[in-house]
């Protein structure tokens, strides 16, 4: 893997949150979250560098301050059930 050429690269606030979206439901560490995304672009046959894991560390107390939460629009005091699909 040639991650080198991502130090210099100017990666916007959406694709870091994106990558730390995928290291917070996984579970992994910054460094997994850029092979992952690295390995997701070779599978895709995306010609694209991800962000390094320095980026992602970086920019994470950056982006995290920044973030709100919305309003909850029911009855905060029930419990939210989220359901995805593959």
Request: glycine share 4%.
């Amino acid at each position: 893997m040639d991650f080198a050429a991502t130090a210099a690269a100017v990666r916007s606030d959406t694709c870091i949150q994106c990558a730390l979206s995928i290291e917070a439901v996984l579970g992994l560490g910054f460094r997994q979250t850029q092979g992952l995304i690295y390995s997701l672009f070779q599978v895709m046959r995306l010609q694209l560098q991800p962000p390094s894991y320095t980026q992602l560390c970086r920019r994470q107390n950056k982006l995290m301050s920044a973030f709100e939460p919305p309003e909850c629009p029911l009855d905060c005091n029930r419990s939210l059930h989220l359901v995805g699909s593959a």
